[in-house]
């Protein structure tokens, strides 16, 4: 017998022995718990939908609220807002209905909207940058260090190169500048002897001064600017300052601008030519950039080779190092959302 039945057989037991011993004592004799029995037995009728909310005593009917409707529309009050009708009204010796009344009725119909036209922005670009190779996109930015005292700070201005994660240059200042950050971008271009397709950078007032746009516009090299308040759309210089900032040394002051040009020397070096990169096949920036790095995973292969057929047991598979870069994207345009199709007339 399935439980179906059984609750059936059950219920239809309790009312054969209800007339005669009484409904509870039919229940136990049975079973059946007493108000499991009555649910089931006198349902409460299904409301589908939400509940009908009460009226309450003091809403105000339809047509009252289609004449104080009226007397916001009407011509005496095309120009004043809803505190200026209340209080005019309540002049003339006529109370309609509370202020906030007023803006409800008018939200009712549509008409809750702000009167001037607003200034509208379009949606802001979003940057989608692609280097499969280095000097191809150049991404820089600033960021502040602590100085001696409390409200002094330092700016390290620092270019990177997004495929290889080198730092093509760098200088620390006591202000953010534009005219600074052009010397910069141009003593970087006359080392790399090679100007990048893209430089890439924040909305920032140096980033876009009319020094460095000038330059850039000579040497015919396209600006790419992040949106605002998105970090994600600039995320190696972002990640480089992170790597920065958590170095275990980093002082959490510098006690003059030299302390921290000195501290910035050491720790470029050793990010561009000692620092293993996990992004770029755990190389460094400098050997990416440079083009060592192909031989150097050629050596670790076969160093990984020596040790696969000394101890296959030891491996799964043969043993291969971490790949190299081959396309490094901002925003990558391949994992673009398709638009909407618009439907034709």
């Known amino acids: ?3 179906s039945t059984w609750r059936a057989w059950q219920a239809a037991t309790v009312d054969d022995l209800t007339p005669h011993t009484g409904g509870g004592t039919a229940c136990e004799l049975v079973g059946r718990s007493r108000a499991t029995h009555h649910r089931q037995t006198h349902p409460k009728p299904k409301v589908f939908g939400p509940h009908p909310k009460p009226k309450h005593p003091a809403e105000l009917s339809a047509a009252e609220r289609e004449q104080i409707l009226a007397v916001l529309n009407s011509d005496d009050y095309a120009n004043s807002s809803v ?5 005019c009204e309540l002049d003339e010796g006529r109370y309609w ?9 008018l939200a009712a119909a549509g008409q809750g909207g702000e009167r001037r036209r607003q200034a509208t922005h379009p949606p802001r670009a979003i940057p989608e940058l692609v280097a499969e190779a280095p000097n191809v996109v150049w991404s820089w930015d600033i960021t502040k260090l602590a100085g001696p005292a409390r409200g002094i700070w330092y700016h390290a201005y620092v270019v990177l190169d997004i495929f290889s994660r080198y730092a093509l240059g760098w200088r620390v200042e006591a202000v953010e500048d534009g005219r600074l950050a052009t010397d910069l971008i141009a003593d ?3 080392t790399q002897g090679t100007p990048p397709g893209w430089l890439h950078a924040d909305g920032g007032a140096a980033m876009t001064s009319k020094p460095l746009s000038s330059l850039l516009a000579d040497l015919d090299i396209t600006r790419s600017h992040t949106r605002p308040r998105t970090s994600n759309d600039n995320p190696y ?4 300052f992170k790597t920065m900032k958590y170095t275990p040394d980093y002082p959490a002051r510098f006690d003059s601008i030299g302390h921290a040009r000195a501290w910035m020397e050491e720790f470029m070096t050793w990010y561009n030519h000692e620092h293993r990169h996990s992004r770029i096949g ?3 920036p400098a050997s990416v950039h440079y083009g060592t790095a192909h031989d150097i995973r050629a050596a670790r292969q076969a160093t990984l080779d020596a040790a696969w057929l000394a101890h296959p047991e030891r491996f799964n598979r043969r043993p291969t190092p971490p790949r190299l870069p081959e396309r490094v994207t901002i925003n990558d345009p391949a994992k673009r959302l398709p638009e909407p199709e618009t439907q034709k007339a």
Not at 83 to 87: F, K
Not at 97 to 105: G, L, N
Not at 237 to 240: C, F, R, T
């Open 188 to 190: 970087i271009i006359a």
């Open 282 to 284: 755990l190389h460094t």
């Open 97 to 105: 209905c509370s202020q906030r009344t007023m803006y409800r009725i």
């Open 1 to 3: 017998m399935t439980r």
């Open 237 to 240: 210089s972002e990640a480089q």
């Open 83 to 87: 505190a200026q009708v209340w209080a």
